[in-house]
């Protein structure tokens, strides 16, 4: 008698193998997209020390400006929407009392920051308020 596997009982365990394989790439894709949020999110976050450093150069008298070109907030802002990708959006705003700044997520969502202190997530974007909702 010989010893060994019918075909039929490989093209099974390949079967069951590729099955297993998909399930792992799937769930490999949701985890690099949640990285990336988190990267762009701690990367948002550190934007609020430099928001307050800001303020505090200027006197303690205003956030105005910590969103204009060259500044270190809206540095940061930048590379928290380059962490997550091509499809987020990044925004700041800022008057002399209060500043926010936010960055698409992968979900759609927004992650934001605000002068009051929060930070999170929130499913409605600024759209040109100066505080986060």
């Excluded at 799937?26 to 934007?47: F, Q």
């Excluded at 987020?88 to 992968?106: F, G, N, V």
Aim: charged share 15%; hydrophobic share 45%; glycine share 10%.
């Amino acid at each position: 008698m010989k010893k060994g596997f019918t075909l039929i009982e490989l093209l099974v365990v390949i079967a069951i193998i590729g099955i297993l394989a998909a399930i792992i790439i799937a769930n490999l894709g949701d985890a690099r997209n949640l990285a990336k949020d988190s990267s762009g999110s701690a990367t948002l976050s550190s934007a609020r020390g430099q928001a307050e450093l800001f303020y505090v150069a200027d006197g303690g008298n205003s956030y105005s400006g910590m969103c204009d070109t060259g500044e270190a907030v809206l540095a940061l802002v930048t590379k928290a929407q380059a962490a997550i990708g091509t499809s987020s959006t990044a925004e700041c705003h800022a008057s002399p009392e209060t500043y926010a700044a936010q960055i698409t997520l992968s979900d759609e969502s927004f992650y934001c920051i605000d002068s009051t202190g929060f930070a999170g997530e929130t499913v409605l974007p600024l759209a040109g308020a100066t505080v986060c909702p």
